[in-house]
């Protein structure tokens, strides 16, 4: 990932150097409480805060099931991973002045919907989306992957920006589109994402579209847009690297970029330390310095190299890519890679500047449920053997999430965090020095969904500081899983910011496909007293019912049924006693063991009682893979489950 270079510089990867200007897009900087406030970008700015501070019609009064609710459902061609992005007080051509919603699905479709009646003003498609079987089988993302991160809007130049991922029948590529507002026309050519990386034994590295995945939102900063990748889950760790690109906003040249793994292939087959963040997009300070966080890497041997590789990491690096600020990796970053159990599965949060003796501070964490809170100018490095070097650490549940960041009514600053364990706020201290309080929580249950243990992501409105208007908002992952339309419910739940143990408003709010693999990572948007919630083929648009609540729209498909072949012995099903590795999908669950259905309509009992604590939620419907001990009696019993796409048990 990084080489040495005199006076302790080390390069993330340079090409072109432009000169750095503002970190903050035009959406960033927070408006007085009182103006409507846009959301033009993943988590409404820069920092990733998720608070939408300006918002004056919704509070903790109004907010209730007689109040407030559904107002309108609006079709859509595809799956929606993207946060719904609002732009008021916009002209569309030939059709006037109108507040606008912008959704992108996965079929690679980009509509602009009035953002009171649902109506279309204009919509656009980027080409055929992309198969999840060409991706390896990635079935992560569920049927086709064409756009999944966030785009990001500039009203000063009147675009957005985003990434299509386009399949011509029998190869793929990323096109970055610089688009109108007004019409959804392109207003320069778009590019498509070419790069290559030179490793630390001097060979390049090429990045290949087909093993990529472009989950996480976008970030304009500095003039300039980037892009990140992941990989198709760990399908093929020999290929795929964590990846950051830059592209000039006005042009869309590419100006530089890097990858998170710099080691050669003389030194390790197996690379990843992607870039997912469950869709949360990479933050910017206010220098223009470029924060995210990394997945997993080696699980045979640890991989860690201060030069060339990041896995589980807290990543700085400048705005032109060219310098590593700092970083931390936990010191049991290679337990974490053994079990598939990455930080990258979380977003990072770069607070705005604080008093006290350490006035920039970050947080972020991760499926093992740690979140951490660091020294954003010195955030921990990696120390072997531990303990890890920041400033505190605190449990919140294993997380496919990202925090966010609001003040008080008493004017204390508050993380939300949004792990396995409940959305929970914790007030922070920054005299005599920074720590995490534990303040309120909505508890497990209203996280609770498939897949995994995953949490969620919330953000919170109000207008400004004022007592009686914060609320968080979140949306709960569906509890069961199917693969035929509609899919199975997703619930928009809404707490009191001041006290997440008062519920005021729960409703179905669309749904999704696949869930039992395939994570709905979706986030609310809030603008001007509506909340929009983009799902399966569907956008959602609630607000104050005033008499013009809309209907449900039902859902007819039930969870898939999930049945178990006929039960073998494992010696039958899978080989002689000893060691062996095999997959399957969970077909039925007890407390100490789980039956997998194997090929040739067969199925065999794992005995759960001696292997080490799972982070993978074992449901019925879930691929797995097992690393198995069968005993003289043919019984086998589990020394490790992953899910499917961990190859190296």
């Known amino acids: 990932m990084f080489r040495k270079l005199p006076l302790r510089r080390i390069v993330f990867f340079m090409s072109l150097t432009i000169s750095m200007g503002s970190a903050m897009s035009a959406g960033a900087q927070k408006k007085p409480a009182g103006t409507p406030q846009d959301v033009l970008t993943y988590h409404g700015d820069n920092l990733r805060t998720g608070w939408f501070s300006s918002e004056?019609?919704?509070?903790?009064?109004?907010?209730?099931?007689?109040?407030?609710?559904?107002?309108?459902?609006?079709?859509?061609?595809?799956?929606?991973?993207?946060?719904?992005?609002?732009?008021?007080?916009?002209?569309?051509?030939?059709?006037?002045?109108?507040?606008?919603?912008?959704?992108?699905?996965?079929?690679?479709?980009?509509?602009?919907?009035?953002?009171?009646?649902?109506?279309?003003?204009?919509?656009?498609?980027?080409?055929?989306?992309?198969?999840?079987?060409?991706?390896?089988?990635?079935?992560?993302?569920?049927?086709?992957?064409?756009?999944?991160?966030?785009?990001?809007?500039?009203?000063?130049?009147n675009a957005m920006y985003l990434v299509a991922d386009v399949y011509n029948g029998s190869s793929d590529a990323f096109q970055l589109h610089s688009i109108s507002l007004s019409n959804g026309t392109d207003l320069v050519a778009p590019a498509t994402i070419k790069f290559s990386a030179r490793e630390l034994n001097g060979t390049n590295w090429i990045f290949n579209s087909r093993y990529q995945l472009q989950r996480a939102g976008l970030l304009e900063a500095n003039g300039s847009i980037y892009v990140t990748f992941g990989s198709n889950g760990d399908i093929n760790p020999n290929i795929s690297r964590g990846t950051i690109v830059r592209y000039d906003a006005a042009t869309l040249a590419r100006l530089s970029g890097g990858i998170t793994d710099r080691l050669g292939q003389d030194q390790s087959t197996y690379y990843l330390s992607s870039i997912w963040q469950s869709g949360y997009a990479p933050a910017a300070d206010t220098n223009g310095d470029i924060y995210f966080s990394t997945g997993n890497s080696d699980p045979g041997h640890g991989s860690y190299s201060k030069q060339g590789n990041r896995p589980d990491s807290m990543v700085r690096v400048s705005g032109d890519l060219h310098h590593l600020r700092s970083s931390f990796t936990t010191y049991n970053y290679f337990n974490l890679d053994q079990g598939d159990v990455d930080m990258g599965s979380g977003g990072m949060l770069v607070l705005p500047d604080q008093p006290g003796p350490f006035p920039h501070l970050a947080v972020a964490g991760g499926k093992d449920g740690r979140l951490f809170l660091m020294n954003r100018d010195n955030l921990g490095g990696f120390t072997s053997g531990g303990p890890d070097k920041v400033l505190q650490t605190v449990t919140m549940g294993s997380c496919w999430c990202g925090p966010a960041y609001f003040v008080g009514s008493d004017n204390v600053p508050r993380i939300v965090s949004g792990g396995g364990n409940g959305v929970t706020t914790w007030k922070l201290q920054t005299s005599p020095s920074p720590q995490l309080v534990k303040d309120s929580s909505t508890g497990s249950g209203p996280v609770n969904g498939l897949p995994d243990n995953g949490g969620t992501i919330p953000v919170i409105s109000s207008s400004g500081t004022d007592a009686g208007t914060g609320i968080v908002w979140f949306i709960q992952r569906p509890a069961t899983s199917s693969d035929s339309d509609p899919g199975t419910p997703i619930t928009l739940r809404a707490y009191n910011a001041a006290n997440l143990g008062q519920q005021l408003f729960s409703a179905q709010a669309g749904t999704w496909r696949h869930a039992v693999n395939s994570n709905a990572n979706l986030v609310p948007a809030v603008a001007n007293g509506k909340v929009y919630v983009a799902s399966n083929k569907q956008l959602q648009i609630f607000g104050l019912l005033g008499g013009k609540a809309a209907k449900s729209v039902p859902v007819s498909s039930q969870p898939d049924n999930v049945t178990c072949p006929a039960e073998v012995s494992a010696t039958e099903a899978i080989g002689l006693p000893g060691v062996h590795k095999f997959s399957g999908t969970i077909c039925s669950v007890s407390a100490a063991q789980i039956q997998i259905a194997i090929t040739g309509q067969k199925s065999v009992l794992v005995d759960l009682s001696h292997m080490a604590k799972s982070y993978l939620l074992l449901t019925p419907g879930r691929p797995v893979k097992v690393r198995a001990m069968i005993d003289g009696d043919g019984q086998a019993h589990a020394l490790r489950v992953t899910h499917a796409f961990a190859l190296t048990q």
């Open 56 to 157: 004056t019609q919704l509070n903790t009064s109004n907010v209730n099931a007689q109040s407030f609710g559904l107002l309108q459902t609006v079709s859509l061609d595809g799956r929606v991973d993207a946060e719904p992005l609002v732009a008021l007080q916009q002209t569309i051509d030939n059709q006037g002045v109108h507040d606008v919603v912008y959704v992108a699905t996965e079929n690679n479709s980009l509509y602009a919907l009035d953002a009171g009646d649902g109506s279309t003003l204009w919509q656009r498609n980027f080409g055929s989306a992309v198969p999840d079987s060409y991706k390896s089988g990635d079935d992560n993302v569920y049927p086709v992957m064409g756009i999944l991160g966030t785009p990001v809007i500039d009203r000063t130049v």
